[in-house]
């Protein structure tokens, strides 16, 4: 009787155990349906276009006549935004991070801490519309040759966007090093800005730059900003002040439009998109990486 | 010399931290200028009939009830889905898992799915459960799209929340001989709760905001009616933002921020749920 009883306990913790683990290998399935679509997808869209006229082409015209399948032009538009919004979000939420961690009292850090949160929380679709209705109207003002739709425009909300995640990444960075590093420093009477510039930021070093490359990867695969703000023309530019167009935001374009399935402008998202999942998971893994690898252990 | 040395060093020490306070707090007015110019461009469109009027071709008519309700029932079925899984691959994770090669892997995935970028789950949505599933533009396939996007976040969040559990407390089940079914059962998930619901509301409002994964299955259409079933087709807050705030009429912008505004104070509203949780675990349970 007793065990019978224990057998279907046991029986019950390896169902449940099982279960558990089922649920988690679903992530790898996920992972590997989404290779697979991309994969097979263009990999038909290769058979009709060579990859090198894919990657190294200088027009992207995949819905007119004649069509072209350069996909430089949307890799320039994304760069564009990608460094405009590195340029901005990468010294700000450094100096934030540094601010908060460093000089801002507890109090102060429980006003900013909360704000960060929400600013980040805010749907990307919001900041989108603030670009175009508030800093491009700025803009053009500033630089009446800017157009309706430009990349800068969209870099700036894109930076917004992605501060408070450097801003908040950089801060647990600088946070994780040990206070008796920064005292031994204080002990050598030091300022606090020899402390930062000499103890914190390189003993934080790793958790830096890879929060630095998460927001790259993070302001690359943006869509609904970019879409809103920098606007639907492929161009091989590096001019901040026209309209351009990312990968994000073609995608969007074509699935916008009635495009038939099968066809070659409906592949075309599938190979855009596999680039695009290559060059973030490129970048997830670099910033995995570093963090790892150049991580200062201490005690 | 020296002490002429120390002066400048103490000088460029203040001025560091006088610029750096002065650009945190003026990075902060960001905010401030977003929230004030959506609410003085929406808050005269903001009206009963703003939420009980399907979207209109006249901006004077147009309303949000269909993209309300759409996000209503989205985020219900987003739930229902990605909840259990997302939690009990946690627990697996946490509690189960051996420190072997596969764990190992299954935590550097998680960490990518995280990173992938949302229109990406978007075509996957559009490949696998509008195209392969037959779901088409429906409830469900939009579901099933969003809860893959949030599972990652789920699963990282409340693998936090259940190794914030001390040990001592599994190892005090143990010893009056629990197994370890019931020890997570019994005290670890009951304990780790508020922070396990922090995370999903947390994740619930990444959901509610997320646009590009639903434009790419279809989401994106002239929908003048509530959903009644699982299969109809929906839309939700910000696909309707998006699509007034694509148009290039003034008018129709401030119907956008009108738009904005209901879907912050969605946001809001889920923020202070999830921050009073994180406040009531933390005075509950003081180890």
């Known amino acids: 009787m007793k065990l019978i009883f224990k057998r279907k306990l046991k029986l019950k913790e390896i169902f449940f155990e099982k279960i558990f683990a089922l649920c988690s290998y679903l992530s790898i399935l996920t992972t590997v349906l989404i290779i697979y679509i991309l994969a097979t997808e263009s990999f038909q869209f290769f058979k009709q276009i060579p990859i090198t006229d894919f990657l190294f082409g200088t027009h992207w015209e995949p819905l007119l006549e004649p ?12 760069l564009l935004i990608v460094i405009g919004s590195a340029l901005i979000s990468i010294p700000l939420g450094l100096i934030i991070a540094i601010y908060l961690s460093q000089y801002a009292s507890s109090k102060a850090r429980r006003i900013i801490k909360p704000i960060l949160e929400i600013l980040a929380g805010i749907p990307t679709v919001v900041y989108g519309y603030f670009a175009l209705t508030f800093i491009t109207p700025i803009i053009r003002i500033i630089f009446p040759e800017a157009e309706i739709f430009n990349a800068l425009s969209g870099s700036i909300v894109v930076g917004i966007m992605i501060l408070p995640m450097v801003a908040s990444l950089c801060d647990d960075a600088l946070q994780a090093v040990p206070k008796s590093l920064k005292q031994g420093g204080y002990a050598l009477g030091t300022t606090s800005f020899e402390v930062i ?29 970019v879409t809103l703000a920098a606007g639907a023309t492929p161009r091989f530019t590096i001019n901040p002040l026209e309209s351009i167009q990312t990968m994000t935001a073609y995608i969007v374009q074509v699935s916008l439009g009635d495009t038939p399935q099968g066809g070659i402008e409906y592949q075309t998202i599938f190979a855009v998109a596999g680039l695009l999942f290559i060059v973030t998971l490129m970048m997830n893994l670099f910033s995995n990486y570093i963090m790892h690898k150049y991580r200062e252990v201490y005690d | 010399m020296i002490k002429n040395n120390l002066k400048n060093r103490k000088k460029i020490d203040s001025i560091f931290k006088v610029a750096s306070k002065i650009i945190t707090w003026s990075s902060l007015v960001v905010l401030a200028v977003l929230l004030y110019h959506v609410s003085i461009t929406g808050i005269s469109k903001l009206s009963l009939d703003f939420l009980n009027n399907f979207p209109s071709r006249f901006p004077h008519k147009a309303g949000i009830k269909s993209a309300l309700s759409g996000s209503i029932w989205m ?16 627990i697996y994770l946490e509690e189960y898992s051996k420190k072997n ?10 960490a990518n799915l995280a990173g992938v970028p949302s229109i990406v789950y978007g075509i996957l949505g559009l490949a696998i459960f509008v195209r392969f599933f037959q779901l088409d533009r429906s409830v469900l396939a939009g579901s099933f799209t969003m809860s893959l996007l949030i599972l990652p976040v789920i699963i990282i969040s409340s693998r936090e929340a259940i190794r914030a559990v001390p040990k001592s407390i599994r190892l005090g089940a143990y010893a009056v001989g629990a197994t370890k079914y019931q020890t997570i059962r019994h005290h670890v998930i009951p304990i780790a709760l508020p922070g396990i619901l922090t995370g999903v509301i947390l994740s619930m409002s990444r959901a509610i905001g997320e ?12 929908v003048a009616f509530v959903p009644e079933t699982v299969m109809d087709p929906f839309t939700t807050l910000p696909i309707q933002v998006f ?3 694509s148009r290039p009429q003034a008018a129709f912008h401030e ?14 509203f889920m923020n202070a749920i999830a921050i009073f949780l994180r406040n009531y675990s933390n005075k509950k349970y003081d180890f």
């Open chain 1, 67 to 78: 069509k072209s399948f350069g996909v430089l032009p949307l890799l320039f538009g994304t």
């Open chain 1, 197 to 225: 510039k000499g103890i914190l930021i390189p003993s934080a070093f790793s958790g830096i730059i890879s929060s630095f490359v998460l927001a790259v990867s993070r302001a690359f695969g943006e869509t609904m900003a």
């Open chain 2, 75 to 90: 985020l219900t079925f987003v739930t229902l889905i990605s909840v259990p899984i997302g939690v009990l691959s946690a």
């Open chain 2, 101 to 110: 090669r596969i764990t190992r892997f299954v935590e550097i995935n998680i």
């Open chain 2, 211 to 222: 646009t590009a994964p639903l434009i790419m299955i279809g989401a994106l259409t002239y």
């Open chain 2, 243 to 245: 699509n007034w705030a």
């Open chain 2, 255 to 268: 119907v956008a921020a009108a738009g904005i505004i209901i879907l912050l104070i969605v946001l809001l």
